[in-house]
C-alpha cells in the first residue's frame, strides 16, 4: 500500500505586497494541491526570475479568462468585477490570455509592488501553494 501524505512548507511574509490582509512577519504554511481555484485564494508562488524567492499574491483570474487592466480597472473578460481586494490603482495597464492551466495573480497592496501577472504574466497552476492558515501572526513583543 502507498500513502500520499501532503508536503507542507512555511513560509514567511517578508513585504507590503499582501496589506491589509498579510503584513510582513506573517508565517504561512502551504502545500500543492490539485483542487479547482477560486477567486480571491491567497497563494504562495515561486518568483519566475529570481531562485529560492517566493511571492505571496490572490488569484484574480482563473484559466481560460482574459484580463485586461484599463484606466487602473481590473476587467475580467470585458466585465469590471468586484476587486474588494485591491488596494492603490492597479497600473501598468495591459492585457493578459490566461491558458487552460495558469492563473492571474496580483498583490492586494498595488502601489507597493507590480511584482505579479502584471509584470510576469500568468503563472503555472503546477508550481503554486495553498496556505492552510492564511494569517499565522507573529509574536509580537511590546
Same mark, same amino acid.
Given at each position: 500500500?502507498?500513502?500520499?501524505?501532503?508536503?507542507?512548507?512555511?513560509?514567511?511574509?517578508?513585504?507590503?505586497?499582501?496589506?491589509?490582509?498579510?503584513? &510582513?512577519?506573517?508565517?504561512?504554511?502551504?502545500?500543492?494541491?490539485?483542487?479547482?481555484? /477560486?477567486?480571491?485564494?491567497?497563494?504562495?508562488?515561486?518568483?519566475?526570475?529570481?531562485? &529560492?524567492?517566493?511571492?505571496?499574491?490572490? !488569484?484574480? +483570474?482563473?484559466?481560460?479568462?482574459?484580463?485586461?487592466?484599463?484606466?487602473?480597472? !481590473?476587467?475580467?473578460?470585458?466585465?469590471?468585477?468586484?476587486?474588494?481586494?485591491?488596494? +492603490?490603482?492597479?497600473?501598468?495597464? +495591459?492585457?493578459?490570455?490566461?491558458?487552460? &492551466?495558469?492563473?492571474?495573480?496580483?498583490?492586494?497592496?498595488?502601489?507597493? /509592488? !507590480?511584482?505579479?501577472?502584471?509584470?510576469?504574466?500568468?503563472?503555472?497552476?503546477?508550481?503554486?501553494?495553498?496556505?492552510?492558515?492564511?494569517?499565522?501572526?507573529?509574536?509580537?513583543?511590546?
Amino acid at each position: 500500500m502507498t500513502i500520499i501524505a501532503p508536503v507542507w512548507q512555511r513560509f514567511v511574509v517578508a513585504d507590503r505586497s499582501m496589506e491589509p490582509a498579510l503584513v &510582513d512577519g506573517d508565517r504561512l504554511f502551504a502545500r500543492q494541491s490539485r483542487r479547482a481555484f /477560486t477567486r480571491g485564494e491567497v497563494l504562495v508562488i515561486p518568483h519566475p526570475h529570481q531562485d &529560492d524567492f517566493w511571492l505571496v499574491k490572490r !488569484v484574480i +483570474g482563473l484559466p481560460g479568462e482574459a484580463i485586461t487592466i484599463d484606466f487602473g480597472i !481590473v476587467l475580467i473578460d470585458g466585465v469590471s468585477e468586484v476587486d474588494c481586494w485591491g488596494r +492603490g490603482s492597479t497600473f501598468p495597464e +495591459g492585457k493578459w490570455q490566461i491558458g487552460k &492551466d495558469q492563473l492571474f495573480v496580483l498583490s492586494d497592496n498595488r502601489t507597493a /509592488t !507590480v511584482d505579479d501577472s502584471r509584470m510576469f504574466g500568468p503563472v503555472p497552476v503546477n508550481r503554486v501553494f495553498r496556505p492552510i492558515w492564511h494569517r499565522m501572526e507573529t509574536l509580537r513583543r511590546g
